[in-house]
């Protein structure tokens, strides 16, 4: 299933902007598992710009805090 994920983010152009900006787009959908895979996939080797990998990386925890809390609350 990760692989289907990582393609979902692959693009010609591996720019961080690119990356964000499908992330963005999935979780406009509410496509969050995908949203966090794009971001995730915002590393130093796709941008030097530390701003931008805290913004994404915040992102990613945010988002799996959000949904382990949300999973967690109706586990039986």
Not at 27 to 42: F, L, N, T
Request: neutral net charge.
């Amino acid at each position: 299933m990760l692989f289907f994920f990582y393609r979902l983010c692959v693009v010609v152009d591996r720019g961080a902007d690119t990356l964000i900006q499908q992330a963005q787009g999935w979780e406009s959908k509410g496509e969050y598992m995908r949203a966090i895979e794009c971001y995730a996939r915002v590393t130093p080797e796709v941008t030097s710009d530390a701003n931008v990998l805290q913004r994404c990386w915040v992102k990613v925890s945010y988002f799996h805090s959000s949904w382990y809390a949300v999973s967690s609350a109706y586990s039986p």
